[in-house]
């Protein structure tokens, strides 16, 4: 007995007749989905401007902005200072060519240990503008992306949208 329920209620269901259904207007639907995209592309390319715009104003507002001063001198200053206070002045005639020399030659040492500072405070302020650059090119490949996608996605619905109508006409 309970192996004919089943079949008792298909027969049941099958017997009834089908609803009647409104006919849907696939062509206004794919319409509203390009409209949609099209919208979404416009955002997503205002939005890509604007961070790229932004992205600029702040690399140059870096750029353009003073130093502030170092916050006190290093170690190495403090000490290049102490040597270049016991350096006496030269005198007219030099009684020695050796000691002159020699403080010359440290003369030289500290502006070459001067020049190796300045090299490097000014790598340091190269490599934070490579990366700014290279955040804002990442920026901007991931925007040109996003809208060769919607671009792609949208021209294929039109295209869809379009045969759908040839189809529709008598």
């Known amino acids: 007995m309970t192996d004919d329920v089943p079949l008792e209620v298909r027969r049941l269901l099958d017997a009834l007749p089908s609803p009647e259904l409104p006919p849907v207007d696939v062509a206004a639907i794919l319409g509203a989905e390009v409209h949609r995209q099209r919208s979404s592309a416009r955002f997503w390319k205002w939005a890509a401007g604007a961070s790229a715009g932004l992205a600029a104003a702040v690399v140059l507002a870096a750029g353009l902005r003073p130093q502030p001063p170092a916050p006190g001198p290093s170690a190495e200053m403090i000490a290049l200072r102490d040597r270049l206070a016991k350096l006496e002045a030269v005198p007219a005639a030099p009684p ?75």
């Open 96 to 170: 020695d060519t050796a000691k002159l020399e020699a403080k010359l030659n440290d003369i030289n040492d500290l502006l070459l240990t001067l020049a190796a500072d300045v090299n490097q405070r000014d790598e340091k302020q190269r490599q934070a503008i490579r990366t700014v650059a290279k955040q804002v090119n990442d920026l901007r490949a991931l925007s040109d992306n996003r809208w060769t996608e919607t671009k792609s996605t949208s021209d294929a619905l039109y295209i869809l949208h379009q045969s759908s109508r040839k189809e529709t006409k008598p």
